[in-house]
């Protein structure tokens, strides 16, 4: 595995109940505020290369597939194997022939350059290597490719701080539901 500074990605996927929990807690919440709604914030466009880290049960991967649409593509990266199982058989009930899974925990293995846009929702207060995340979201992404942003598990000053403080994005607005952060280049 990648490090970054000396820290190792030692996060460790979720118990089966905690998922079963989370997928029902998440399809509730998605029934009072549809993913689509944060997408919308996200600025995706149709063609867009989109990551969804930390995709959990598939919620704003399937959203943000059926977005992009036929010439864009999703990568739904998420540390649980049950987690990309169950966005496969999503993907695959809709037809969506544009989403791609990947198990990992490690974003230092994504492609250099190779996404415009990366959604962070409901995931960074669980990371054990915060700013080691940033740096490969950060790699990963175009040289103006953005950063959508939600944990509501974090206060906004707090989102703001640990997103920019090494200079790796800077805040380019807040919306209802998102931060959109933009990549720092040079």
Known sequence: MAESD???????PMSELH?????LVFKIRDL???????????RITPGA????????PGSYSIAAAELVGDDGEVLA??????????????A??????????????????????????????????????????????????KPHG???????????AEIVQRVTQDGLFSLLEKGKHTYCFAKSVG
Do not use: W
């Open 6 to 12: 000396g820290q190792k990605f030692t996060d460790k």
């Open 19 to 23: 998922f079963l929990f989370m997928s």
């Open 32 to 42: 009072f505020t549809a993913p689509v709604r944060f997408l919308e914030e996200a």
């Open 49 to 56: 290369r989109v990551l969804d880290y930390g995709c959990g």
């Open 77 to 90: 990266l998420d540390i649980y194997s049950r987690a990309v199982e169950t966005v496969q058989r999503k």
């Open 92 to 141: 695959a009930g809709r037809g969506l022939s544009n989403v791609e899974t990947i198990c990992a925990a490690d974003p230092t293995a994504l492609e250099t350059e190779s996404f415009d846009l990366v959604l962070l929702y409901d995931t960074f207060h669980m990371l054990g290597d915060q700013r080691g995340v940033l740096e490969g979201v950060h790699r990963a992404l």
């Open 146 to 156: 953005l950063l959508s942003f939600s944990d509501h598990h974090m206060k906004e």
